[in-house]
């Protein structure tokens, strides 16, 4: 069975999530899941020691939807509606605090973590993973954005962000998008870091909070 849409932004995050509770709390899933602990047969005394060591075997706990508990910490915002786009032509953003830039675009062809009718609308910070001066252009010909300003990295947004040339080593991170019955495209999560935070849900304010 393939991964959904926002298994495959989430995946890494929840995989190093399972993973852990895996190894360090298999007893908590015991109580969900079914973690059998046998313990090896008393051989009989020899006066030899067991050569056996125990064997652990653990069967699956129920699925956990992570990626939808992280989702549910972001705000959601609209962006724009797919009336309004044309491919090739950029929206800005802020999201998802206030002050933090990103583009929206449709990029005319099948993408990766593409939403939309053709799967082809992408959304991206436009903070440099690098040294986080802001990129400012998105290049249609290419399809990528870039170079930066500051030491010219420019990352390709047909596949996910990565980096095409330049400085920086890790991928732009990618906006998680949603549309409606409306047609109303919204961001609904980031998937990877945004250059200099610890956390992406700390900062200024986050957009769509007035409190
Ligand atoms: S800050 Fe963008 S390439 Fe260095």
Same mark, same amino acid.
């Given at each position: 069975m393939g991964l959904t849409r926002r298994e495959f932004f989430f995946a890494g995050m929840a995989g190093g999530a399972v993973a852990a509770i895996g190894v360090l709390i298999p007893m908590t899933i015991a109580s969900d899941g079914e973690t059998v602990v046998v313990a090896p047969t008393t051989p009989p005394d020899t006066g030899t020691p *067991? !050569? !056996?060591a125990p064997v652990t075997t653990t069967t699956m706990a129920p699925e956990v939807d992570a990626s939808a508990a992280m989702v549910g910490f972001f705000p959601s915002i609209t962006v724009t509606n797919l009336a309004d786009l044309k491919d090739g032509v950029p929206i800005n953003f802020d999201y998802p605090q206030v002050g933090q830039s990103n583009i929206l675009v449709k990029m005319g062809e099948p993408v990766i973590g593409g939403v939309? *009718?053709?799967?082809?609308?992408?959304?991206?910070?436009?903070?440099c993973t690098h040294m986080g001066c802001t990129v400012p252009d998105y290049k249609h010909e290419y399809k990528v954005l870039g170079p930066c300003p500051c030491h010219y990295t420019t990352f390709d947004l047909v596949h996910g962000g990565v980096v095409?040339?330049?400085?920086? !080593?890790? &991928?732009?991170?990618?906006?998680?998008?949603?549309? &409606?019955?409306?047609?109303d495209v919204a961001a609904d999560g980031v998937f990877r870091l945004v250059y200099g935070y610890a956390n992406t849900l700390e900062g200024s304010q986050l957009v769509g909070d007035n409190t």
């Open positions: *067991p !050569t !056996t939309g *009718p053709d799967e082809d609308i992408v959304a991206f910070s436009r903070i095409s040339m330049g400085q920086a !080593t890790q &991928n732009l991170p990618q906006v998680l998008l949603s549309v &409606n019955d409306s047609g």
